[in-house]
Each structure stands twice: as C-alpha cells, then as structure tokens.
C-alpha cells in the first residue's frame, strides 16, 4: 500500500512558476514509478508526466515539454513537479499516482492522491 499527500497547489499568474509536491507513505516509494495527471473542470483526467523509479527515465506530455520537470528524492519519499511558464490553460486539479512500473494511461496507476488545485490567472 501507498498514500500518496499532494501539495504546492495555488494561484499564480500567466507566465509565473509552482512546485509540487506529492509525499507518498512507505518504506517501498524508491520501487515505484510516479506520476502526475490534472483534470481540468468538464474535463477528463490526462496525463501530464512520469518518473521511473530510479528517476533517470522521464515522460511528458506535448503540452507541458519543455515547461514542466517532474523528478523525485527517494530519500525524502517525495516527487516533484516543477511548473514554468504557467498558462490558464494549465489550470486542473493536479494528481500524483503510483505504479510498480511507468506507463502514461490512468490505468497503469494503481495508487492516488487526492489531488491539488492549480489556478493560472490570465
């Protein structure tokens, strides 16, 4: 079992930066690939990005390439996602998830958070 505590989550204009955090409970984080998804309000889930375990593989969605990184401490049983350049467009409630191995569809993620709001003002 894996619970996963997301934060970092607010209100930022256009063009400015956030950090999340997803603090995940365990002594067996550093076995698990993670990864954050957003949902936006109407919207379905997507994936945003994805970390292997021992966090030198990365993945990102098109629309985020570039402007998001996500990494991990796996000594803090912690992953990150670093958001520059934020646009209205990025605004969601964003999820962290975990799986024994990275994939990039909802459904290879066994375990969630209960999400953070992200609002990007224009």
């Known amino acids: 079992q894996v619970q996963l505590v997301e934060s970092g989550g607010g209100l930022v204009q256009a063009g400015g930066s956030l950090r999340l955090s997803c603090a995940a409970s365990?002594?067996?984080?550093?076995?698990?690939?993670m990864a954050w998804f957003r949902q936006a309000p109407g919207k379905e889930r997507e994936f945003v990005a994805a970390?292997?375990?021992?966090?030198?593989?990365?993945y990102y969605a098109d629309s985020v390439k570039g402007r998001f990184t996500i990494s991990r401490d796996n000594a803090k049983n912690t992953v990150y996602l670093q958001m520059n350049t934020l646009k209205p467009e990025d605004t969601a409630v964003y999820f962290c998830?975990?799986?024994?191995?990275?994939?990039?569809?909802?459904?290879?993620?066994?375990?969630w958070g209960q999400g953070t709001q992200v609002t990007v003002s224009s």
């Open positions: 365990g002594r067996t984080f550093r076995r698990y690939a």
């Open positions: 998830a975990a799986a024994p191995r990275v994939g990039l569809g909802i459904g290879d993620y066994d375990y």
């Open positions: 970390i292997g375990w021992s966090g030198s593989s990365t």
